[in-house]
């Protein structure tokens, strides 16, 4: 346990002391509580930024079940570094922006304890460096967001979008956890580092390219990458800081770091660089394209999120050429040093333009583009902060976005000098994917601006615009400062984060120094891509109206969000339909298939591998045993004759007790004890069952039925022996009782084996037995609750 | 008794009031079950026994009393609400192991220590012993959640 790993757990510690603030302390906003969090981890991590510029990692272990490799392994490279910064850093402004943009009466406890579990979620997964640790951060972070999302839960549209959001980044996290299992069988480690020192492993083994696709589908989910992009739109019901924070700036990065992190380990593979390539690439310019139509300020920027990171990872795709060819690494590094750049740019600015919309529609009480307009006398300070993002954004000099933007375009240049065996017919068509891509970048992000500030004021906006207060201004004035700072002096940022983290990409050692600069000359083709982007742009903008009809001939059932509603309404006919099948709501049909299935399972295993049994070492059948069958023997005959149902369960209790007596003369007093309590509650239990069960019908059931249980009955009778006898006439292993036997002093401190086990030894079984127990307890009391209501909606029907 | 049941006023109590014995002799046994169920518990470490089998032996204890009267007038001889021992139950179960990483060791690695209480003589401490409590308290509280659902809902 280390500061580091304090500083991940401490947003989940204070999560616990938010619930309870906000039960008793009514008067002040929760958020003040919640922002020195975010803001002791942030002044912490830039601690660390002098040693990690020094090329210094951190590596941190705490030890979870070292056994099985399941360790929490704390590794602080530039890459994590950056991220961590990010999250902890935008989390802090998101605090103090949400504390002037919720008001009180929302249920603020809710809201806070989901985004701090997304804070500790999120900084777990960039610095851990266990695979398995990763995935179960990965997925915490998919929760978070969900319930986020659905925050304001009576909309129906929130729930829709939470469920699209689940349903898609869960499909995409559970392919991830194939890829890592693949990855770990391939390498017998869970550790990335590891596995980066292993590499020649992973290349030599068939499974690569599978793995590949498997994390690649787990990346590809959660950055929105076509063609999983659909949730991204629909998780923008979330409230704004929300959608700043985890849909923008930081969790749908995940993918991204994701796809960096794992740079050293795939990128020998063509497969991955091409898929990251050409996806990153398509997405770009699908996402832009689409942006244009939208007519929510905040679709607009969830489109245009979806396009930035399509960018970024098309940058990876070239970097992690790199790694791979090695030839023209110059070019290479430059695009994972334009990758990580334009990851702090777009957090800066995308993170400001959607507090802005926040801030927009806040004041004027309408997020759509028809009803905006002319709002640049009335709030000048939003207008200036959406001038100076949205320009960056749109790759406009002298602000952050048009660096990282020229140096993409270069790398998307220079890709065509590089030699691949596959594909090299198409080079020429990245850098024209990625012009066109920019281009329709250039036109929202003119839209935004000339659509929401310039132009006649409408009047139809729900409530009065005016400038926002200041503690919704101060968040996303610091980002656009920010973006000017990084915009004129790009070099504070590329020694001190840059270089260590795209060091940490490519996995190298040696110091990038990297400089970047404004002016490449005149022969740079960046440059004139940058020119041609404008000018086009600004033409198209001008004339938007002669081009628009061609959104309409993508039709309706052509969308993705079209194929996942089908999908998603015949899936649950399917299984609605399947469930009706099995399903009869009788027991005694499950009994059957339940004993069904164990009987032609056992006779199918007896068939092929047989089934040895000795009778050598067995004991001699004292007539303690002798009697104590006979008990069983004649209760159950009982059983079956009798038409009563009290003697049933008397003579059931008698079989139990019986069995306690066996366990006692086989000198397993634990047993004997724990069968005794049992027996005693459950016959209780079917005791009081009783009032509910219906009246004993008198008609003979059928033959055919008699028989059914007959088969069945004999059947799980025969195999249980017969299961038993093999088990007991091979002993394929060493017992391990010797070890509990030696070591329950030394190790537990205990004298009784069985206990030690329970609590000790194997504790972990016990665990999850008593979540289990109480799991069911709560279930039952769902289940008879869910009765009664049930019962009192029919009588007031009836009545 | 008699007079703080008939002030409740359940017309099932003053039916039941005529199982005398039951009643009295319940009583004495519930008190022997329940210290002879944390017995089992205290000492399940050494000799036979454990949260388990503790926690179903207390659970029998009150469906005891419960058999002997109805369950209102349990609820008020002991005002337990099970769905608070299941829930500290589990939290016992889940943080115990889990807060063992402050003495730097793996999950579940349960550290024990010997104390020189004065009358008692040397007295081991043992985080297992936490964690059993969690399980005695998740087991007696489901069962007695169940019987409790089955049985009540007679009206």
Known sequence: MTLIHFAIFLPVIAAIAIAIIYRYVKDVHLGWFVLPIPAVIVAYLFSLIPSIANNQVFHHTLNLMPRIGLNFDVYIDGLGLLFAILISGIGALVVLYSIGYLSKDEKLGNFYVYLLIFMTAMLGVVLSDNILMLYFFWELTSISSFLLIAFWFTKEKSVYGAQKSMLITFFGGFMMLGGFVILHLITDTFSIREMIANVDLIMASPLTPLAVVLVLLGAFTKSAQFPFYIWLPDAMEAPTPVSAYLHSATMVKAGLYLVARFTPVFAFSELWVWLILVIGLVTLFWASFNAIKQDDLKAILAYSTVSQLGLIMSLLGVGALAVSTGANEQIFTIAVVAAVFHIINHATFKGALFMVAGILDHETGTRSMKKLGGLMTLMPITFTMTLVTALSMAGIPPFNGFLSKELFLEAMFEISNANFSALADWNVLFPILAIVGSIFTFVYSIKLIHGVFFGKRTHDTPKEPHEAPKLLLASPIILSALVIIFGLFPNILSGSIIDPAAMGILGTDTALNTEISHWHGFNNPALWATVAIVVIGTVLYLFRSSWMFIYDYHKEQFTLNHLYDQGLIYSQLGSAKATDGIMSGFLRDYMVYIFGFFVVFGIVTTFYTGLPITFDDFAQVGIQDMALVLIILVSLAIIMMTRSRMVSIIMLGAIGFSMALFFAFFRAPDLALTQLAIETVTTTLFLVCFYHLPKRSKHEESIKFKFTNFIVSVGVGAIVILFGLAAYSNRLFDSISQYHIDNVYDLAAGGNMVNVILVDFRGYDTLMETLVFGIAGIGIYALMKAKVSRKDDDNEEHA | ?155
């Open chain 2, 1 to 155: 008794m008699k007079s703080t049941l008939k002030r409740a006023g359940y017309s099932k109590v003053q039916r039941q009031m005529n199982d005398v014995f039951i009643q009295f002799t319940s009583k004495v046994i519930f008190l022997i079950i329940l210290l002879f169920s944390v017995n089992l518990f205290m000492a399940g470490h050494y000799t036979p026994g454990g949260g388990f089998v503790g926690g179903l032996l207390a659970a029998s204890a009150i469906i005891l009393l419960l058999m002997a009267y109805d369950y209102e007038t349990v609820k008020k001889m002991i005002p337990v609400n099970f769905h608070l021992m299941i829930s500290l139950g589990l939290a016992l179960a889940i943080v115990v192991p889990t807060l063992l990483f402050f003495f730097g060791v793996p999950f579940f690695t349960h550290q024990h220590t010997y104390v020189n209480v004065p009358v008692f003589g040397e007295v081991a401490l043992h985080t297992a012993v936490i964690f059993d409590v969690g399980v005695f308290l998740t087991v007696a509280g489901t069962s007695l959640l169940i019987v409790t659902l089955v049985g009540g809902t007679e009206k």
